[in-house]
């Protein structure tokens, strides 16, 4: 495989599930994924993907959300059975004993009415932002650090490349679920400046959720 390829393959293959830190990681980062060729870090103000190749050393993409709230309430959802332990070193004290896990990291209002939420999907990581009725979804804007270029293709999807090769971040999807059906609403990305991305959302029912996906 090209390099291009394993570096988003590594994107791709963020387990299902996130670890709560508890003094395995900066003091800044709240849940946590490892795994083969990447490091994924959730902090109250972005998240950070550190991916590893032989080839290139590691590259770091940084997102932020522009103009958020610093501090939303960030916690993991959906408990998992499995639990981690970090033995490193001869010093018992900083060991790490049963960290529990979760399938999904939930960030309240991000936004005034808008939270994110991170999960794993089919061990792709996923993320979704969740739009409370009469909120407005054109406040969110992901900027990110750490791109050579980024760039929306013609299908819609977000490029990011990286040392390395690319990270590819597929176009939204977005819905809202009325009486028990998903509709799906027209959307697409949109550059709102060099290094930052929004949504353009179609008209829909500013009285119920709205899920971009």
Known sequence: RTVRARVSESWGQVPLHFERNEGQADSQVKFLARGSGYSLFLTPTEAVLALKDRTSGTAVLRLKLDGANPRPHISGREAL?????????????????????????????????????????????EYDFVVAPGANPRRIRMAFEGARRMEIDAAGDLVLEVAGGSVRQQRPIVYQEIDGARKEIAGRYVMTGKRQVGFEVAAYDASLPLVID
């Open 81 to 125: 059975p499995g639990r981690i332990n970090y033995f490193v070193g001869n010093d018992h004290s900083a060991w790490r004993t049963n960290v529990p896990t979760y399938a999904r990291t939930d960030y309240r209002d991000v936004y005034p009415g808008v939270d994110l939420v991170y999960y794993g999907n089919q061990r792709q990581l």
